[in-house]
C-alpha cells in the first residue's frame, strides 16, 4: 500500500522547453501532494504543496510562472517546468499525503514519496 | 519556524552492530508528527519510522527504534543488527497536523561495513 509513481524517471531536454512530470497515488486518494527539489548531496527542499481543486501554494522563492502546478483529481499532479533552463536541471520528487482518517488501512497523515524525476536541462 | 537539525553529516557501522543516529528540531507545537525517511543509492524516500508527539511510548518497527525526548526535543534513530541494506541517507522529518509543512534536516549518510 501507499504506493506513488512518477514519470518519467528521468528527462533530458533543450534550453526553453518545457517538462511536465506526473505524480500518481497509486491506492489511495490524496487530496494534498507536495513537490520537492533536491540538489546533490543535499536535503529536500519543499516548492510548492498541491491541493486539489485549487491553486497551488508555493514556497518563497519558486516561481510560481515557472514551476506550473495542477492537481487535477484526488490521484495526479502535474509539475511542469516552462521554459527550462540548465539550472532548472535537478532531482524533483513528488510526495502524496494519506488522509487523515481513523481507521484508515494506511499510516494515516503521512507522506509517501515518488522515486523521483531527473531532469537535466542542456 | 520548524527547523530540523541533524548534527552527523555521515555515520559509520560494523555490520550486525548498532547505531543510532541524532536528531533535534525546534517547534511551538504541542501536536506533531515525527518521522525519519531512508533515501537509498536510488533515491526513493522510504519511510522507517514515524512517532506522534502525544504518545509517551517510542515507536519501533523491527529493527528501527526511536528515542522521544519531548522536553528535550530530541528523535534519534536506532537500527539494530545492522545490515548492508542499511546502506543510506536517513533524514529526520517533522510534521505538524495535516502535514502541510513537513521540515527535513540535512542528513545523515550511513555507512555499512561488511
Keep these: 500500500g501507499a504506493v506513488v509513481s512518477q514519470h518519467p524517471s528521468w528527462v533530458i531536454c533543450k534550453s526553453g522547453t518545457s517538462v511536465k512530470i506526473e505524480c500518481r497515488s497509486l491506492d489511495f486518494q490524496a487530496t494534498t501532494m507536495f513537490w520537492y527539489r533536491q540538489f546533490p548531496k543535499q536535503s529536500l527542499m519543499l516548492m510548492a504543496t498541491s491541493n486539489e481543486g485549487s491553486k497551488a501554494t508555493y514556497e518563497q522563492g519558486v516561481e510560481k510562472d515557472k514551476f506550473l502546478i495542477n492537481h487535477a483529481s484526488l490521484t495526479l499532479s502535474t509539475l511542469t517546468v516552462t521554459s527550462a533552463h540548465p539550472e532548472d536541471s535537478s532531482f524533483y520528487i513528488c510526495s502524496a499525503l494519506t488522509p487523515l482518517i481513523p481507521g484508515y488501512k494506511l499510516r494515516t497523515d503521512t507522506q509517501y514519496f515518488g522515486p523521483g524525476t531527473r531532469l537535466t536541462v542542456l | ?114
Design chain 2, 1 to 114: 519556524a520548524q527547523t530540523v537539525t541533524q548534527s552527523q553529516p555521515e555515520m559509520s557501522v560494523q555490520e550486525a552492530e548498532t547505531v543510532t543516529l541524532s536528531c533535534t528540531y525546534d517547534t511551538s507545537e504541542s501536536d506533531y508528527y515525527l518521522f525519519w525517511y531512508k533515501q537509498p543509492p536510488s533515491r526513493q524516500m522510504i519511510l522507517v519510522i514515524r512517532q506522534e508527539a502525544y504518545k509517551q511510548q517510542n515507536a519501533t518497527e523491527n529493527r528501527f527504534s526511536v528515542n522521544f525526548q519531548k522536553a528535550a526535543k530530541s528523535f534519534s534513530l536506532k537500527i539494530s543488527d545492522s545490515q548492508l541494506g542499511d546502506a543510506a541517507m536517513y533524514f529526520c522529518a517533522y510534521g505538524v497536523y495535516n502535514n502541510n509543512d513537513m521540515r527535513f534536516g540535512a542528513g545523515t549518510r550511513l555507512t555499512v561495513k561488511p
